[in-house]
Nanobody, 124 residues
């Protein structure tokens, strides 16, 4: 059983940077693949980024590649998403998720645990 709590979302201007955090509970955090997803108003939840248990394998959605960086600190049971050059289309509720998969996965169905989300709003 894993519990996830996101934080760091706020209102920013286009071009700004923001870092989201996800605090995870449990003694087995380091064995999980972790991911970030987002859901904009009126749209379905979409994949943003994922990172494997060691932190050495990552995958990004094309829409955020080169702008966002996912990382993790297994000692502190924390996942991060550094977001740079933010655009209005990045506006969404961002969710942290955990998967028992050994390799990096990106599909919603492959993640077992989810946080409640944190709102990111990017104004023009």
């Amino acid at each position: 059983q894993v519990q996830l709590v996101e934080s760091g979302g706020r209102l920013v201007q286009a071009g700004d940077s923001l870092r989201l955090s996800c605090a995870a509970s449990g003694r087995t955090f380091s064995s999980y693949t972790m991911g970030w997803f987002r859901q904009a108003p009126g749209k379905e939840r979409e994949f943003v980024a994922a990172i494997n248990w060691s932190g050495f394998s990552t995958h990004y959605a094309d829409s955020v590649k080169g702008r966002f960086t996912i990382s993790r600190d297994n000692r502190e049971n924390t996942l991060y998403l550094q977001m740079n050059s933010l655009k209005p289309e990045d506006t969404a509720v961002y969710y942290c998720a955990a998967s028992r998969a050994i390799v990096v996965v990106t599909a919603t169905r492959q993640f077992d645990y989810w946080g409640q989300g944190t709102q990111v709003t990017v104004s023009s």
